[in-house]
T-cell receptor
Framework: DTGVSQNPRHKITKRGQNVTFRCDPI?????LYWYRQTLGQGPEFLTY????????KSRLLSDRFSAERPKGSFSTLEIQRTEQGDSAMYLC???????????FGSGTRLTVV | AQSVTQLDSQVPVFEEAPVELRCNYS??????LFWYVQYPNQGLQLLLK??????LVKGINGFEAEFNKSQTSFHLRKPSVHISDTAEYFC??????????????FGQGTRLTINP
């Protein structure tokens, strides 16, 4: 068990560029979650997967955001045409179904300049 | 919708003193409650959780929390803090009875600063 791994740790991008983040969950976990955390705030739910199926998406997830989890393993979160308001820490977490208390990764900090 | 209120945004405490971080949640039904800790530039680490049973829950690093259903509170306590406890602490809730509601709803966090 190597924990939840997120890459990259930091990403600086210019406004209007596309970015993609990767999350590798704990291998046995069938649920995977994405959260966004802005400075001084608690994490906010974006979306979650059970295996490869995306079961819920927050209204925060505009049409510029897309997430995938092919084959129910790793997941990617893509942001198209980034805006300064997208600057945040993007956190990934995983868990077993119906086991409460997720394991979080260290996050990807996105800065849009 | 579920909400969580952490009543103090910042709590400064001297080393070896006791501390209580306050959390209230809004719900008329049973919920599961959690406390997470976040060190600078890190993800969140689970301190403890209440799902059912004893209302006093013990967690890692000497922390404990007490579930109070009548007051809809889940305050976090530690009898003697250390410099290494300096971090951001988040209270969170899940309503397991809402179908598909697997997401944690977090409070805004309490920054605990331990002074020597």
């Amino acid at each position: 068990d190597t924990g939840v791994s997120q890459n990259p740790r930091h990403k600086i991008t210019k406004r209007g560029q596309n970015v993609t983040f990767r999350c590798d969950p704990i291998s046995e976990h069938n649920r995977l979650y994405w959260y966004r955390q802005t400075l001084g705030q608690g994490p906010e739910f974006l979306t979650y997967f059970q295996n490869e199926a995306q079961l819920e998406k927050s209204r925060l997830l505009s049409d510029r955001f897309s997430a995938e989890r092919p084959k129910g393993s790793f997941s990617t979160l893509e942001i198209q045409r980034t805006e300064q308001g997208d600057s945040a820490m993007y956190l990934c977490a995983s868990s077993f179904k119906n086991i409460y208390g997720y394991t979080f990764g260290s996050g990807t900090r996105l800065t849009v300049v | 919708a579920q909400s969580v209120t952490q009543l103090d945004s910042q709590v400064p405490v001297f080393e070896e003193a006791p501390v209580e971080l306050r959390c209230n949640y809004s719900s008329s039904v049973s919920v599961y409650l959690f406390w997470y800790v976040q060190y600078p530039n890190q993800g969140l680490q689970l301190l403890l959780k209440y799902l059912s049973g004893s209302t006093l829950v013990k967690g890692i690093n000497g922390f404990e929390a007490e579930f109070n259903k009548s007051q809809t509170s889940f305050h976090l306590r530690k009898p003697s803090v250390h410099i290494s406890d300096t971090a951001e602490y988040f209270c969170a809730v899940i309503n397991p009875l809402i179908q598909g509601a697997q997401k944690l709803v977090f409070g805004q966090g309490t920054r605990l600063t331990i002074n020597p």
